[in-house]
């Protein structure tokens, strides 16, 4: 069975930076696209970035010139870099292996002063 963990979430003040971690166990990494979305309170989960199995990027329109969505096939582990935070960023950050129902537990990302 497929599982995959997230973790480096934290508390950030604005313009700040995180790096998330996506590790995927179970099964290989390599043969799978994979995306990062996103879940405020009171909102639906969004899409914030993904990455196809061939290195392919695709981000959302809040994420463009600000996250930056990696790989490493090696470690199992995708990895959202995320610079100058804004507020609106807080949420728990999920990742997904693309069009399925795997989904790790998420880690809560607080962008506040």
């Known amino acids: 069975q497929v599982q995959l963990v997230e973790s480096g979430g934290g508390l950030v003040q604005p313009g700040g930076s995180l790096r998330l971690s996506c590790v995927v166990s179970?099964?290989?990494?390599?043969?799978?696209?994979m995306d990062w979305y996103r879940q405020a309170p009171g909102k639906q989960r969004e899409l914030v970035a993904g990455?196809?199995?061939?290195?392919?990027?695709n981000y959302a329109d809040s994420a463009k010139g600000r996250f930056t969505i990696s790989r490493d096939n090696a470690k199992n582990t995708v990895y959202l870099q995320m610079n100058s935070l804004k507020p609106e960023d807080t949420a728990v950050y999920y990742c997904?292996?693309?069009?399925?129902?795997?989904w790790g537990q998420g880690t809560q990302v607080t962008v506040s002063s």
């Open positions: 990455i196809t199995n061939n290195f392919r990027t």
């Open positions: 997904n292996i693309h069009n399925s129902d795997a």
């Open positions: 179970g099964s290989l990494l390599s043969i799978y696209s």
